[in-house]
């Protein structure tokens, strides 16, 4: 017979006030199946981090920890963001429970995920993915955007596993080597798989959200998908490398074809000859170094080392 093992549910969550009563009302019946079923241990928890929200989600979380016992609250001082959120929750307990698994606080992802998730980590899985396998209720926008987000991830060289979100199970072992990666441009996804250790994968439907609005326009989700390229691939520098080799070698044609013309042709001096190639590489050379101050920024950025997350109090 296995040991139950003791789980910590970490739930990101900015302004879902309209929502968090009715998640924790599902958790806590899912918590005791599971408990039930002796998948976890009775010190598992459940962790809302609050995300900096403007409306009533704090005061929701306290009354919801005074309520239930395995109920936990981290208040963040600002908005950090959606990665910074989950980093929070799982540093703030590294140590303290066997594992650790992420689930926005929407449960759009499907929470009887988890007790496949659990099984997998019986098995020996140290981290175990959860792979939206049907978004048809995803939007037809979300879904096109969201699949050719991961689709350009994959050829640009980021390890992500094809439609997985930050909904995994990691255990203590993977958390305390997650904490040696010390990058302030978290792009998580990416990064549990550069940890190695046995993995695997659990499937689920993607359901809808029941309450309140999406925290990921597209806007997000394009800067999102621009952080995760930037933070784990050199390959846009790569392209305008090639780009500049492509236009050296044809300025290196137009060379040869003006030399000729001055010793076999009449040469007269050309306005647009001479125009062309000027705006032509210019412009490219402007590209260039667009890109590497990207780049550039990302270092600096790196160098401040600022801290990730600050948790102003907990309950
Ligand atoms: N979230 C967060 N900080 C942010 C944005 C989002 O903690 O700055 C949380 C949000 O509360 C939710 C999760 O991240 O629990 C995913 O957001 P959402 O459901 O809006 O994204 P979608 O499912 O539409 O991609
Ligand atoms: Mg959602």
Redesign the pocket.
């Known amino acids: 017979m296995n040991q139950p093992a003791h789980l910590l549910l970490v739930?990101?969550?900015?302004?879902?006030e309209e929502i968090l009563q009715k998640t924790n009302q599902t958790l806590q019946a899912y918590f005791g199946e599971l408990l039930q079923a002796g998948l976890i241990g009775s010190e598992s928890k459940i962790c809302f981090?609050d995300?900096?929200?403007r409306d009533r989600t704090w005061a929701l979380i306290e009354t919801i920890c005074k309520e239930n016992t395995n109920a936990i609250g981290l208040k963040l001082s600002r908005?950090?963001?959606?990665q910074?959120?989950?980093l929070a929750g799982l540093e703030h307990h590294a140590g303290q429970f066997d594992c650790y698994i992420t689930?926005?606080?929407?449960l759009?992802d499907d929470i009887r995920a988890i007790e496949n998730m659990l099984l997998k980590n019986r098995e020996g899985a140290r981290i175990v993915y959860g792979v939206r396998d049907d978004r048809s209720t995803d939007s037809w926008f979300?879904r096109q955007t969201?699949e050719s987000f991961y689709g350009l991830m994959q050829n640009m060289g980021v390890p992500v596993v094809f439609n997985h979100?930050?909904f995994r199970l990691i255990d203590d072992r993977v958390l305390h080597e997650f904490q040696n990666y010390r990058e302030t441009n978290m792009f998580l996804r990416g990064m549990f798989p550069l940890i190695g250790f046995r993995s695997d994968k659990v499937f689920y439907k993607r359901l809808k959200?029941e309450a309140?609005?999406?925290?990921?326009p597209l806007s997000?989700?394009m800067l999102f998908a621009w952080n995760g390229i930037t933070s784990f691939s050199t390959t846009p520098m790569r392209m305008v490398l090639y780009f500049g080799l492509f236009n050296f070698f044809i300025s290196l044609l137009i060379l040869g074809y003006a030399v000729s013309a001055f010793f076999f042709k009449e040469t007269v001096p050309g306005w647009t000859s001479t125009l062309l190639p000027l705006t032509f590489f210019s412009g490219s050379n402007m590209v260039a170094v667009g890109l590497i101050g990207e780049y550039v920024g990302k270092i600096y950025e790196e160098v401040k080392a600022r801290p990730r997350f600050i948790i102003e109090k907990t309950v």
């Not at 689930?103 to 929407?106: E, K």
């Not at 309140?212 to 990921?216: D, R, V």
């Open positions: 739930l990101p969550c900015y302004n879902e981090v995300d900096g929200s908005n950090f963001g959606h910074s959120a989950l689930i926005d606080a929407d759009q979300k969201a979100a930050d959200r309140g609005q999406t925290k990921y997000k989700m």
